[in-house]
C-alpha cells in the first residue's frame, strides 16, 4: 500500500505540472519518473518465481497465467 501511494503522489504531480507521456516507477529505493518512450519499446522478462511474484500471488493477485 506504501509502494503505491508514493507511486500515485508521483504519478499526479507530474498530471498537475501537466507532465504526460511519463512512467513513474522505483529506482535503487527512490521514486523516479521519466519518459515513456524509453521503456516503450523494451522487453523485461519477470521471474515467475521471485519473491514478490510468489507473495503477488499468495495474496490473491491474478498476475494472469
Known sequence: R???ALLG???VDLV???AF???VGMRRGAI???PYFRVADQR???DLRSDLVL???ALGIS???
Request: charged share 40%; net charge positive; hydrophobic share 40%.
Open 9 to 11: 503522489k508521483r504519478a
Open 63 to 65: 498476475l494472469g497465467r
Open 55 to 57: 507473495t503477488a500471488e
Open 16 to 18: 498537475s505540472r501537466r
Open 21 to 23: 507521456g511519463r512512467v
Open 32 to 34: 523516479v519518473d521519466f
Open 44 to 46: 523485461r522478462l519477470v
Open 2 to 4: 506504501l509502494l503505491g
